[in-house]
């Protein structure tokens, strides 16, 4: 990679909190193009120059890199974005690809946490749970998965409206984090949460249920994530990736 950051042309691809940090960091430093897929409405843009929609798969993202001419491309997409990074580890051959990983959560030995290979199956695993009411935090995409169950009552949280089919006994909050431990306390509380489902997406931002369900003694149902492809250089965070930027 050049020396300095001055000179540096960095493509990022993702709208997580860690791609708008990261531009946040290179802003004035480094030339910069924050890529976001389109997927939520009225997303938190970052500084520098963004573009907004998919590529049209791996040939797609090779013709952004090779028309806009990065030096480095970092995948800071969401953990569970395992196309995109698919994409990303086929597509950027000719310049550098670091990819943030913000770490895993882990269960504590007080949490109840049942883990899952797939949403399908977690959804499935749902399905043959005695009545009672969900709390699914898995994103707009994967609601439609649990549309099938008529037995259970749903409170469903997720940035933006989530598309048709929603499971029959619905109650949408459309909401964005970072959520307290004690707003979470009071959520689950007051629709009388039995268990939560949710996708193993690690950081801060909404670790709070994790620690609302363990001390509401509350079974949680998680989402593991798919495995990223061999031989990338990941990286835990931003500051690894300004170090790495700019060492």
């Known amino acids: 990679m050049p020396p300095g ?36 409405e009225a997303p938190l843009l970052p500084p520098g120059e963004v573009r ?12 952004l890199v090779g028309s806009w001419r990065p030096d480095v491309v970092v995948d800071a997409t969401h953990p569970f974005a395992a196309e995109i990074t698919a994409h990303a580890a086929t597509a950027v051959v000719s310049v550098p690809l670091l990819v943030v990983r ?26 043959d749970l005695p009545a009672g009411v969900v709390f699914l935090t898995t994103g707009r995409r994967d609601v439609a998965l649990f549309a099938a169950d008529d037995v259970h009552d749903y409170l469903v949280r997720s940035v933006t409206t989530p598309p048709d089919p929603l499971p029959p006994r619905t109650t949408l909050l ?12 009071a959520l689950m509380a007051a629709h009388r949460v039995d268990v939560l489902v ?10 709070a249920k994790l620690t609302a369900s ?3 003694a509350l079974p949680v149902l998680m989402v593991e994530r798919p495995a990223l492809p061999p031989g990338l250089d990941v990286l835990p965070d931003v500051e690894s990736v300004l170090a790495r930027l700019d060492p």
């Open 5 to 40: 950051l001055l000179a540096l042309r960095v493509l990022i691809l993702g709208g997580t909190a860690e791609a708008r940090a990261l531009a946040v960091a290179l802003d004035g430093r480094a030339v910069v193009l924050t890529s976001l897929a389109g997927a939520v």
């Open 52 to 63: 907004i929609g998919g590529f049209g798969g791996a040939d797609g993202l090779a013709d």
């Open 102 to 127: 913000r770490p895993a959560w882990v269960a504590e030995p007080a949490d109840r946490w049942t883990s899952y290979g797939s949403i399908a199956d977690c959804a499935a695993a749902v399905r």
């Open 174 to 185: 459309l909401d964005r984090g970072p959520y307290t431990i004690p707003g979470e306390l």
């Open 198 to 207: 949710t996708k193993n997406s690690g950081g801060e931002m909404t670790s």
């Open 214 to 216: 363990r001390q509401l």
